[in-house]
């Protein structure tokens, strides 16, 4: 077991390894849907072929019935009787004169004539198939492949007609294995007419109001609608079971599939290649002290006082340009680099800022926390030791989780409480953009609500989240929580939320991120005013 983890670690180190795995997964999937499909194709023009040959067939037979039962009919209302020169020339001018009756017959006990003279081709009769009130069928009087022999017979009084198995089969030739038969008693009995005996009654439950076309996994069966009540005529085929052909839609699929599936493989090998870059390059900004804190003052927003701020990381590369956070966080997040950075704005936090903080005790700084740090409790041994080593209170760092980062809200509430146990605050940032809910909020140990910016941008307009902040502020004021509206950009959001109660507010509206230096003065300046009034 060690050696097949170390394998796959192996594997999913290098990004080669990854891409092929990617292609070949996405190869399979899409060829695997591609045969789907060309199969799917297939059973569909196969349908449709049936519904074709049947139509056919019923069309045919209609004719055949139809010209059988009036040369039967013609025979029987002419007076001559026995084997005379007239019955003979009555015989064959019924069987010339109609295109699908083959031959004509009299048939009386062992006396027998027919239109075509010794050259007849119906085989002493046996009973009928089907004996009606007025016409007798014989059906299947020949399973040979001769188109000159008799393959159905009608017959009334001594009379018997019979059209050939070319008759039939001239419009639509069955495939090998197939039948056209005749079902009887109530679909119980199944007689074929052209073809082979089948197997009858299928599995499934067969009714005179079933639909046409009955799908078998090993043969296709339609039903075609007769005006008798007696019997249905059926169209029987094998499904076929040729192997899969290259046609017109494969030819596409097949090698569309296959580029798909290599640029599927190009894009996971370069996705992974850019994170392990970025990855690195994030590990080497660590190292080389690329990142930097500033930090956005947080308000009371009736007197306008800075009381704190919360510390933002930033990516300033060494060509000046800034890398967003949107970026690089994430990623932190999934290859557990964020760890460092927590550590590294903390450590940041109370070098710069350690001696304002033990100036004015009522000043704090919050540090975001990411999920993995909310689910453990190293956070708390850390800044411990930061704390002790700057001197400065625990009550001055607040963490700030968000709904998102609360994957066990059992666990994360212990770690919560033990952070506020010796001191520090606990913020819910981003509220109401996760999965919050009031049922396990009430459980969890927090101090503030901080309402998103999405929220404040909605203030005072028709927008359907207009009256979420509003909410948001009278459930935390039932929670004694105390609110801070993030995002404030004019004077009209803060004069509003300050008559809803929210108390604390950050935004442009009163000052943008700060460096160390800006934010001390800011706090100065403010602490001179205040010592004035």
Request: hydrophobic share 45%; proline share 6%.
């Given at each position: 077991?060690?050696?097949?983890?170390?394998?796959?670690?192996?594997?999913?180190?290098?990004?080669?390894?990854?891409?092929?795995?990617?292609?070949l997964a996405s190869a399979a999937l899409l060829l695997s849907a591609s045969i789907g499909i060309a199969l799917q194709?297939?059973?569909?023009?196969?349908?449709?072929?049936?519904?074709?040959?049947?139509?056919?067939?019923?069309?045919?037979?209609?004719?055949?019935?139809?010209?059988?039962?009036?040369?039967?009919?013609?025979?029987?209302?002419?007076?001559?009787?026995?084997?005379?020169?007239?019955?003979?020339?009555?015989?064959?001018?019924?069987?010339?004169?109609?295109?699908?009756?083959?031959?004509?017959?009299?048939?009386?006990?062992?006396?027998?004539?027919?239109?075509?003279?010794?050259?007849?081709?119906?085989?002493?009769?046996?009973?009928?198939?089907?004996?009606?009130?007025?016409?007798?069928?014989?059906?299947?009087?020949?399973?040979?492949?001769?188109?000159?022999?008799?393959?159905?017979?009608?017959?009334?009084?001594?009379?018997?007609?019979?059209?050939?198995?070319?008759?039939?089969?001239?419009?639509?030739?069955?495939?090998?294995?197939?039948?056209?038969?005749?079902?009887?008693?109530?679909?119980?009995?199944?007689?074929?007419?052209?073809?082979?005996?089948?197997?009858?009654?299928?599995?499934?439950?067969?009714?005179?109001?079933?639909?046409?076309?009955?799908?078998?996994?090993?043969?296709?069966?339609?039903?075609?609608?007769?005006?008798?009540?007696?019997?249905?005529?059926?169209?029987?085929?094998?499904?076929?079971?040729?192997?899969?052909?290259?046609?017109?839609?494969?030819?596409?699929?097949?090698?569309?599939?296959?580029?798909?599936?290599?640029?599927?493989?190009?894009?996971?090998?370069?996705?992974?290649?850019?994170?392990?870059?970025?990855?690195?390059?994030?590990?080497?900004?660590?190292?080389?002290?690329?990142?930097?804190?500033?930090?956005?003052?947080?308000?009371?927003?009736?007197?306008?006082?800075?009381?704190?701020?919360?510390?933002?990381?930033?990516?300033?590369?060494?060509?000046?340009?800034?890398?967003?956070?949107?970026?690089?966080?994430?990623?932190?997040?999934?290859?557990?680099?964020?760890?460092?950075?927590?550590?590294?704005?903390?450590?940041?936090?109370?070098?710069?800022?350690?001696?304002?903080?033990?100036?004015?005790?009522?000043?704090?700084?919050?540090?975001?926390?990411?999920?993995?740090?909310?689910?453990?409790?190293?956070?708390?041994?850390?800044?411990?030791?930061?704390?002790?080593?700057?001197?400065?209170?625990?009550?001055?760092?607040a963490f700030e989780v968000t709904e998102r980062g609360l994957i066990d809200v059992v666990v994360a509430r212990d770690?919560?409480?033990?952070?506020?146990?010796?001191?520090?605050?606990?913020?819910?940032?981003?509220?109401?953009?996760?999965?919050?809910?009031?049922?396990?909020?009430?459980?969890?140990?927090?101090?503030?609500?901080?309402?998103?910016?999405?929220?404040?941008?909605?203030?005072?307009?028709?927008?359907?989240?207009?009256?979420?902040?509003?909410?948001?502020?009278?459930?935390?004021?039932?929670?004694?929580?105390?609110?801070?509206?993030?995002?404030?950009?004019?004077?009209?959001?803060?004069?509003?939320?300050?008559?809803?109660?929210?108390?604390?507010?950050?935004?442009?509206?009163?000052?943008?991120?700060?460096?160390?230096?800006?934010?001390?003065?800011?706090?100065?300046?403010?602490?001179?005013?205040?010592?004035?009034?």
């Amino acid at each position: 077991m060690p050696a097949f983890i170390a394998l796959l670690r192996q594997i999913f180190h290098h990004p080669w390894m990854l891409a092929i795995m990617a292609a070949l997964a996405s190869a399979a999937l899409l060829l695997s849907a591609s045969i789907g499909i060309a199969l799917q194709q297939m059973k569909q023009s196969e349908s449709e072929q049936m519904n074709a040959q049947g139509e056919r067939f019923l069309e045919r037979l209609e004719q055949v019935f139809g010209q059988l039962r009036e040369g039967v009919d013609l025979l029987q209302a002419q007076p001559v009787r026995g084997c005379s020169p007239a019955m003979l020339t009555a015989l064959q001018q019924v069987s010339l004169g109609s295109r699908f009756i083959y031959e004509a017959a009299y048939v009386d006990g062992d006396i027998a004539c027919s239109s075509r003279g010794d050259e007849r081709a119906f085989e002493p009769l046996r009973a009928p198939d089907i004996q009606g009130p007025t016409y007798s069928y014989w059906l299947n009087t020949t399973t040979e492949p001769n188109e000159n022999l008799a393959a159905l017979m009608l017959g009334r009084g001594k009379f018997v007609v019979s059209t050939s198995r070319g008759h039939l089969t001239d419009v639509v030739d069955l495939p090998p294995g197939g039948s056209l038969v005749v079902v009887l008693d109530n679909g119980t009995r199944a007689i074929p007419v052209l073809g082979p005996p089948q197997v009858w009654p299928p599995p499934s439950a067969w009714s005179a109001s079933h639909k046409s076309l009955l799908e078998l996994s090993d043969r296709l069966i339609y039903r075609m609608p007769t005006k008798s009540p007696d019997y249905q005529l059926v169209l029987i085929a094998p499904r076929a079971k040729l192997p899969l052909k290259m046609n017109g839609m494969l030819w596409l699929l097949f090698p569309g599939s296959l580029l798909a599936a290599c640029c599927i493989g190009w894009l996971v090998l370069q996705l992974i290649l850019q994170k392990r870059s970025m990855s690195s390059e994030l590990q080497n900004a660590l190292r080389r002290g690329e990142l930097q804190v500033l930090y956005q003052p947080i308000f009371e927003l009736d007197t306008r006082r800075c009381v704190g701020a919360e510390a933002l990381v930033r990516w300033r590369r060494p060509d000046g340009t800034l890398t967003s956070p949107d970026l690089f966080i994430p990623l932190a997040e999934n290859t557990g680099q964020i760890r460092q950075i927590t550590d590294f704005v903390l450590q940041r936090v109370l070098e710069q800022l350690g001696q304002l903080l033990r100036s004015h005790p009522n000043l704090y700084i919050s540090v975001n926390l990411a999920a993995c740090d909310v689910m453990v409790p190293r956070i708390g041994r850390v800044a411990a030791r930061l704390l002790a080593l700057h001197k400065v209170a625990a009550s001055q760092i607040a963490f700030e989780v968000t709904e998102r980062g609360l994957i066990d809200v059992v666990v994360a509430r212990d770690n919560l409480q033990a952070l506020r146990a010796v001191g520090h605050q606990v913020l819910i940032d981003d509220f109401g953009t996760g999965y919050s809910s009031l049922a396990y909020l009430q459980t969890l140990p927090v101090d503030c609500l901080k309402i998103d910016k999405a929220f404040i941008d909605a203030l005072g307009h028709d927008a359907a989240s207009s009256g979420v902040a509003p909410h948001i502020i009278r459930m935390a004021h039932d929670l004694h929580l105390r609110v801070i509206a993030e995002g404030i950009e004019c004077e009209d959001q803060a004069v509003l939320l300050s008559s809803e109660g929210v108390h604390y507010g950050q935004g442009w509206l009163f000052a943008r991120p700060l460096n160390a230096r800006q934010f001390a003065e800011l706090v100065a300046r403010g602490h001179q005013t205040g010592s004035a009034m």
